[in-house]
């Protein structure tokens, strides 16, 4: 049985700001646009900065916060870090948040028959 069939367990307050903190690195606009650049495969800072068109500073902050939520991993290849996508269980979880967007945007279409 998965975690998604299983009865959900009563977590303690450890456990939820764990939880939590997952959570709030993926609610910043920019993360989101990196991990979608990310689907692609690997990639540089230089290369993130010019996809997303954003400061390198601040794309060097949310690959901070991404890699330290354990969304992203970084490998040293010559004078560059490369970064890709740490599993496609992030990716998932994207899915079942715009498959609920989308359902909701269905429900609130008004639809009209004679």
Excluded: W
Aim: charged share 20%; aromatic share 6%.
């Amino acid at each position: 049985m998965n975690s998604l069939t299983q009865p959900p367990a009563r977590q303690n307050r450890a456990a939820l700001e764990k939880i939590a903190h997952s959570f709030r690195a993926l609610s910043e606009p920019t993360r989101l646009l990196i991990l979608q650049e990310l689907k692609s495969g690997s990639k540089t800072v230089n290369e993130l900065v010019e996809a997303i068109g954003t400061s390198q500073p601040n794309i060097s902050k949310q690959l901070r916060v991404l890699f330290d939520g354990g969304f992203i991993t970084k490998e040293q290849k010559g004078i560059f870090v490369h970064y890709e996508m740490q599993g496609d269980f992030v990716l998932r979880l994207c899915d079942l948040v715009c498959d609920r967007l989308n359902q909701q945007a269905r429900a609130s279409l008004t639809h009209y028959s004679i």
